[in-house]
């Protein structure tokens, strides 16, 4: 039994679509028939391998599966044939460490990353551990709801660190594809949204998706705008991946507020110390979202709230997608659909 798959066996190097045996579902583990997979940019990052910690080779990429349950594993009674399930990065974690026992199995030191340090979802099937996979609703296309497994839970979970109430600002700095998903689901929580961003096309989906204010940051000065307009956002959230927005960001949040960073670009940003500490300003780190993160923003889906702007391609050009996706060409979100 052979399935199709892209497979990194080189950083750097093109993915080789080839004929991989199927997997079998061990001990609490089920055998998902991927139909769908979202294109995320820690896939890029994969593809470089630029990450401190990088996957053992060969491994095949992918995070933003969508699909139904095809095999069974023993120690498995609560999903069933045919049921539509996601797999996002975490593919799983100890549920024994510190972290773990704190509901915060996003940093579990021992945890597993699909696509990463487990083979992932682009291929026709995937092994997904069924303790940590999303339920999916069965009103949204597969090929709609899957960037909501990690662009989706990602930023939403950002939004949630920033703790800001219906009502207050919220600055997202990038219109990508997290930064138009974090728009929308700003508003339907009741806040006030400022997009930031260098291109045209992004600020016009940022406005699409109900953003107040849109700011074309190499045109003016967004720190200067959001500080005159409303004095500050209550909290930001970076999506881009530019490590200039970082320190920008400092100085767009208002006193007390708080910023929450999730691109990854490498490198590092400057702090003034005496400006966060007397402004109170929080800087917090914020990484894809836990099971629970995961589910509140599927059930967002749906409602149809959360919704990404696909562009739907074919696995055979995956090579494409990434060099795209590494240029910053891609407006909303990259889905691959195996049934094409």
């Given at each position: 039994?052979?399935?199709?798959?892209?497979?990194?066996?080189?950083?750097?190097?093109?993915?080789?679509?080839?004929?991989?045996?199927?997997?079998?579902?061990?001990?609490?583990?089920?055998?998902?028939?991927?139909?769908?997979?979202?294109?995320?940019?820690?896939?890029?990052?994969?593809?470089?391998?630029?990450?401190?910690?990088?996957?053992?080779?060969?491994?095949?990429p992918?995070?933003?599966?969508?699909?139904?349950?095809?095999?069974?594993?023993?120690?498995?009674?609560?999903?069933?044939?045919?049921?539509?399930?996601?797999?996002?990065?975490?593919?799983?974690?100890?549920?024994r460490?510190?972290?773990?026992?704190?509901?915060?199995?996003?940093?579990?030191?021992?945890?597993?990353?699909?696509?990463?340090?487990?083979?992932?979802?682009?291929?026709?099937y995937?092994?997904?551990?069924?303790?940590?996979?999303?339920?999916?609703?069965?009103?949204?296309?597969?090929?709609?709801?899957?960037?909501?497994?990690?662009?989706?839970?990602?930023?939403f979970?950002?939004?949630?660190?920033?703790?800001?109430?219906?009502?207050?600002?919220?600055?997202?700095?990038?219109?990508g594809?997290?930064?138009?998903?974090?728009?929308?689901?700003?508003?339907?929580?009741?806040?006030?949204?400022?997009?930031?961003?260098?291109?045209?096309?992004?600020?016009?989906?940022?406005?699409?998706?109900?953003?107040?204010?849109?700011?074309?940051?190499?045109?003016?000065?967004p720190?200067?705008?959001?500080?005159?307009?409303?004095?500050g956002?209550?909290?930001?959230?970076?999506?881009?991946?530019?490590?200039?927005?970082?320190?920008?960001?400092?100085?767009?949040?208002?006193?007390?507020?708080?910023?929450?960073?999730?691109?990854?670009?490498?490198?590092?940003?400057p702090?003034?110390?005496?400006?966060?500490?007397?402004?109170?300003?929080?800087?917090?780190?914020?990484?894809?979202?836990?099971?629970?993160?995961?589910?509140?923003?599927?059930?967002?889906?749906?409602?149809?709230?959360?919704?990404?702007?696909?562009?739907?391609?074919?696995?055979?050009?995956?090579?494409?997608?990434?060099?795209?996706?590494?240029?910053?060409?891609?407006?909303?979100?990259?889905?691959?659909d195996m049934?094409?």
């Amino acid at each position: 039994m052979m399935m199709k798959a892209a497979v990194l066996r080189k950083f750097n190097q093109p993915l080789s679509i080839e004929d991989v045996p199927i997997p079998q579902p061990g001990y609490g583990q089920v055998l998902m028939q991927v139909k769908a997979s979202g294109v995320c940019h820690s896939d890029v990052d994969t593809w470089e391998g630029n990450r401190p910690i990088q996957p053992k080779l060969p491994v095949i990429p992918g995070h933003e599966g969508a699909g139904i349950v095809a095999q069974i594993g023993p120690g498995v009674d609560f999903l069933k044939k045919g049921d539509r399930i996601g797999v996002p990065w975490l593919y799983s974690a100890c549920g024994r460490c510190e972290f773990c026992c704190q509901s915060i199995e996003t940093v579990c030191p021992f945890q597993e990353c699909t696509g990463y340090t487990k083979d992932g979802s682009f291929a026709e099937y995937c092994l997904v551990d069924a303790k940590y996979v999303g339920r999916l609703p069965d009103n949204v296309e597969l090929t709609t709801i899957a960037p909501v497994l990690c662009a989706g839970v990602t930023v939403f979970k950002s939004l949630k660190e920033t703790q800001v109430r219906p009502g207050q600002w919220v600055a997202i700095v990038g219109v990508g594809g997290l930064g138009h998903l974090g728009i929308q689901y700003a508003k339907a929580m009741g806040m006030r949204v400022v997009a930031v961003d260098i291109d045209d096309s992004k600020l016009q989906l940022g406005k699409k998706c109900g953003a107040d204010i849109t700011i074309h940051s190499n045109r003016e000065n967004p720190v200067d705008r959001i500080q005159k307009e409303i004095g500050g956002a209550h909290g930001v959230v970076v999506t881009a991946v530019s490590p200039k927005v970082f320190p920008q960001a400092i100085g767009m949040v208002r006193r007390a507020g708080t910023v929450a960073l999730n691109a990854l670009p490498p490198g590092d940003f400057p702090l003034n110390i005496f400006d966060v500490i007397l402004r109170r300003v929080t800087v917090r780190g914020s990484i894809v979202g836990t099971r629970q993160d995961l589910q509140e923003a599927l059930d967002f889906a749906g409602r149809g709230v959360g919704l990404p702007e696909v562009h739907i391609r074919k696995l055979e050009e995956v090579n494409d997608i990434l060099r795209d996706m590494q240029q910053f060409k891609v407006v909303g979100r990259i889905v691959i659909d195996m049934s094409c």
